[in-house]
């Protein structure tokens, strides 16, 4: 069995569905996706493309087609796959309503492609998390009506707020009621606050960054202690948290302001982190720092930096019982998906 829990899918039927914001998603002579959002443009440059020499691919299709996924699955011997939104139409910077109206549109899209394949493919909801009041009735009705398994939410700047912030509680209670994790990731904010940036600095080490600051805002916020079985799983490898974990842990001592009961280590129950980290030195050190039973295959499958996770951990260096964790019981035990058992 191999699961992988990190891929996005961006349907064709969003387009449009927040009003004069858009989206406008396309596809250029290249065959680059190029997505359009209020002010803001955004290339999804692909970094791997395994396609034959002189051909483009049309990055759209293999975003929106499930039937492309399935068989790209089949090749791949990956059995069960986690989808998502594109963290580039969060869109908490906008108008409640018409967030609202939107995320739940691309629910709806999300759900339709997963019904594709009900045994192969999940999926998590998005919310308008600059509305607890809506975004805990579409997280109701993602879960009760739609089957979604989780709740895909930004790892920071939630309309200008931290993930610590109370006024994102109620969220974090349906979550527990329903008890499904949150998959936190990232977006680029030159995109959501259209500025400009170099060298793409706001992906190559935002995204570490943010994914660490999620962390570190989730632990000495207090929300654990609030929600003692609140379950987050943070992309990208963590970010800086394998690495710097025990900086945290020391260093969170002087934080005049923080409201966490125990030591920050003694919260790693609450979390799991994925292998996408592209050093197998670095891998290694993360399943040594965080221990296996924290581990999950989520490779970003067709996004710009991603790569084959199941090969990555053949890489490592584990017992027969760890690598059965990581490679699928995390994920299956995290999302509940017993029920989903691959290709027959």
């Given at each position: 069995?191999?699961?992988?829990?990190?891929?996005?899918?961006?349907?064709?039927?969003?387009?449009?569905?927040?009003?004069?914001y858009g989206p406008d998603v396309s596809v250029d002579d290249t065959g680059v996706l190029v997505i359009k959002f209020g002010g803001s443009t955004f290339r999804a440059d692909r970094v791997q493309r395994d396609i034959p020499d002189g051909e483009q691919p049309d990055y759209w299709t293999l975003l929106s087609d499930p039937r492309i996924r399935i068989e790209e699955m089949d090749e791949k011997g990956i059995d069960?796959?986690?989808?998502?939104?594109?963290?580039?139409?969060?869109?908490?910077?906008?108008?409640?309503?018409?967030?609202?109206?939107?995320?739940?549109?691309?629910?709806?899209?999300?759900?339709?492609?997963?019904?594709?394949?009900?045994?192969?493919?999940?999926?998590?909801?998005?919310?308008?998390?600059?509305?607890?009041?809506?975004?805990?009735?579409?997280?109701?009705?993602?879960?009760?009506?739609?089957?979604?398994?989780?709740?895909?939410?930004?790892?920071?700047?939630?309309?200008?707020?931290?993930?610590?912030?109370?006024?994102?509680?109620?969220?974090?209670?349906?979550?527990?009621?329903?008890?499904?994790?949150?998959?936190?990731?990232?977006?680029?904010?030159?995109?959501?606050?259209?500025?400009?940036?170099?060298?793409?600095?706001?992906?190559?080490?935002?995204?570490?960054?943010?994914?660490?600051?999620?962390?570190?805002?989730?632990?000495?916020?207090?929300?654990?202690?609030?929600?003692?079985?609140?379950?987050?799983?943070?992309?990208?490898?963590?970010?800086?948290?394998?690495?710097?974990?025990?900086?945290?842990?020391?260093?969170?001592?002087?934080?005049?302001?923080?409201?966490?009961?125990?030591?920050?280590?003694?919260?790693?129950?609450?979390?799991?982190?994925?292998?996408?980290?592209?050093?197998?030195?670095?891998?290694?050190?993360?399943?040594?720092?965080?221990?296996?039973?924290?581990?999950?295959?989520?490779?970003?499958?067709?996004?710009?930096?991603?790569?084959?996770?199941?090969?990555?951990?053949?890489?490592?260096?584990?017992?027969?019982?760890?690598?059965?964790?990581?490679?699928?019981?995390?994920?299956?035990?995290?999302?509940?998906?017993?029920?989903?058992?691959?290709?027959?």
């Amino acid at each position: 069995m191999q699961i992988n829990i990190h891929s996005h899918v961006v349907p064709r039927g969003i387009n449009g569905m927040a009003g004069h914001y858009g989206p406008d998603v396309s596809v250029d002579d290249t065959g680059v996706l190029v997505i359009k959002f209020g002010g803001s443009t955004f290339r999804a440059d692909r970094v791997q493309r395994d396609i034959p020499d002189g051909e483009q691919p049309d990055y759209w299709t293999l975003l929106s087609d499930p039937r492309i996924r399935i068989e790209e699955m089949d090749e791949k011997g990956i059995d069960i796959i986690g989808v998502s939104g594109t963290p580039l139409l969060y869109v908490y910077n906008i108008e409640p309503q018409i967030a609202h109206t939107f995320l739940a549109s691309y629910n709806d899209n999300l759900a339709e492609y997963c019904a594709h394949a009900p045994d192969r493919l999940f999926f998590t909801a998005m919310l308008p998390l600059q509305d607890a009041d809506l975004a805990v009735k579409e997280a109701h009705r993602a879960f009760g009506d739609l089957g979604a398994r989780g709740l895909n939410i930004g790892a920071g700047d939630i309309a200008g707020r931290d993930l610590d912030d109370r006024s994102l509680f109620p969220v974090y209670q349906a979550a527990v009621e329903h008890d499904v994790p949150l998959f936190v990731h990232p977006a680029p904010t030159p995109f959501v606050h259209g500025t400009e940036e170099r060298h793409r600095e706001s992906i190559i080490l935002g995204y570490p960054y943010q994914e660490s600051s999620a962390f570190l805002h989730l632990i000495l916020g207090g929300v654990f202690d609030e929600f003692p079985d609140l379950k987050v799983y943070l992309t990208h490898g963590g970010g800086f948290v394998p690495f710097q974990l025990g900086r945290i842990d020391i260093l969170s001592q002087i934080a005049f302001d923080r409201k966490n009961q125990r030591p920050v280590r003694e919260y790693l129950d609450n979390f799991y982190f994925d292998l996408l980290i592209h050093d197998k030195v670095a891998r290694q050190f993360a399943v040594d720092a965080v221990g296996a039973e924290r581990l999950v295959i989520g490779d970003n499958y067709q996004g710009m930096d991603s790569a084959d996770g199941f090969a990555y951990l053949d890489e490592l260096d584990l017992t027969p019982e760890q690598d059965e964790l990581i490679r699928w019981r995390n994920a299956s035990n995290l999302f509940k998906l017993d029920g989903l058992r691959g290709p027959t």
